[in-house]
């Protein structure tokens, strides 16, 4: 029996670029209520809001765009302008819109294991904007299941694996978040293989569980079947 017969891909800053859309839609945030704080103490802010707010909201574009709202609020004392509220709604929208930029190596990377592997995308965010950002990347063909959760945990991967795969213990997770990635699928039983992004939400910081035997990191997704060749000895 093969060890590995299915292999999961966060989608986010692993297949393509999304929190550098975030960084830039901060900065424009923070120019809006420049006359009121400085823009390092808006970030702050802003950040307490979100953390307070994924219970509520969840992950992605709406929960971001009401986090910025409350914080504005919070920031005026209740003075913030109806057109600056206004401003805040447009950017988000802006956000709604902006470009899909698949990372290196991807495309040839999820081709080459096509038809090899069983490939699912595993998600967490807003589910019109993850549907959005894979038509538009042009990747949908290339997996054989498409799971866009609220959260991902241990509890996630085991139902995901079990549902699709072969099980969690023949199941491989590769994405650019210890804390959502790779942790918790390296819990569930699965390999985890840590993609670094420059630009990942400091939220999804964790230490990385390198004494943990299926731990693995790459460079870049291009480097991934090298991997899979170490594992499987194919």
Do not use: C
Not at 32 to 45: D, I, P, T
Not at 179 to 189: C, H
């Amino acid at each position: 029996m093969r060890p590995i017969t299915a292999i999961g891909f966060d989608a986010d800053d692993t297949l393509w670029q999304n929190e550098q859309f975030y960084r830039l839609t901060e900065e424009h945030f923070a120019t809006l209520l420049g006359e009121y704080a400085e823009g390092s103490h808006v970030s702050e802010r802003l950040l307490e809001a979100e953390q307070r707010n994924l219970e509520h909201y969840g992950f992605g574009i709406k929960g971001f765009t009401l986090s910025m709202i409350e914080t504005a609020i919070e920031i005026t004392d209740g003075r913030v302008p109806a057109k600056t509220i206004a401003e805040i709604l447009d950017i988000g929208r802006d956000l709604l819109r902006h470009p899909v930029e698949t990372l290196p190596h991807v495309e040839e990377t999820l081709r080459a294991l096509n038809g090899e592997y069983l490939l699912v995308l595993i998600t967490k965010g807003d589910l019109f904007d993850q549907e959005r950002k894979l038509a538009q990347s042009g990747l949908g063909e290339l997996f054989d299941a498409i799971e866009i959760v609220s959260d991902k945990s241990a509890t996630t991967y085991r139902r995901i694996f079990s549902k699709v795969a072969d099980g969690p213990d023949r199941a491989m997770m590769v994405g650019n978040s210890l804390k959502s990635d790779i942790v918790p699928a390296i819990a569930a039983g699965s390999y985890g293989v840590f993609v670094p992004h420059e630009l990942t939400w400091v939220v999804e910081h964790v230490e990385p569980p390198t004494d943990a035997p299926r731990f693995r990191q790459i460079e870049h997704l291009g480097q991934l079947r090298d991997v899979l060749a170490e594992i499987t000895g194919e």
